[in-house]
């Protein structure tokens, strides 16, 4: 089984007509996801927003969930600057109150329930930027010479509550309550 890329093909044509079709499957893909009816998210359908060919998508990204990893890749790719508040609560906390604002963007949203519901295809590439975000802080604080918790324990802590609230609940993950999740991995 071919490993699942986020980023378009290698045999893919840089720039030019290129760059153009990647846009605008990727704006089709925004569009359908803001649409009420997100069943519809199909290459055809895609394709037919794009106002390109079916087969162009199909060769490009191979399935909706490569597909969604691509735009997933594109989102989330440095939207959510590292603090540096000059302490690990600080930090955390702040990083915390800045990914519950950004799930709670209906946009960020629907591309994140889409790729949980291709069968988390694409899940690595929503986890994959803030876990490096997060590893970032603690070695920061390491680097400081303090004590960190383990990474393990810290996604368990901050991420898994973050992204579980906003997908699989209807209560919005607030900056407030995001914050609290730094109190657990971080008793006083």
């Known amino acids: 089984m071919p490993a699942t890329t986020s980023s378009p093909r ?5 720039g030019g007509r290129s760059a153009r079709v990647r846009a605008a499957v990727h ?3 925004k569009e359908l996801l803001a649409d009420e009816a997100k069943d519809v998210l199909t290459i055809p359908v895609i394709a037919a927003r794009a ?6 998508v199909y060769r490009r990204w191979g399935s909706v969930g490569e597909l ?3 735009v997933a890749t594109s ?3 440095g939207d959510i600057v590292v603090p540096d508040t000059g302490s690990l609560r600080g930090d955390l906390e702040r990083f915390a109150s800045d990914l519950a604002k950004d799930l709670s963007d209906p946009d960020t949203l629907a591309l994140v329930r889409a790729i949980v519901g291709t069968g988390g295809e694409g899940a690595g590439v929503c986890r994959a930027e803030r876990q490096q975000q997060l590893e970032a802080i603690l070695e920061r604080e390491q680097a400081r010479g303090n004590q960190t918790p383990p990474v393990e324990r810290a996604t368990d802590a901050v991420l ?6 906003a997908v699989f609940t209807d209560q919005a993950p607030t900056p407030e309550w995001a914050r609290t999740l730094v109190s657990h991995l971080l008793p006083d």
């Open 10 to 14: 290698a045999d893919s044509r840089p």
């Open 27 to 29: 704006q089709a893909v």
């Open 51 to 56: 106002g390109v060919h079916a087969t162009t």
């Open 68 to 70: 969604l990893a691509d």
């Open 75 to 77: 989102r989330f790719s």
């Open 160 to 165: 898994a509550p973050l992204y579980y609230r």
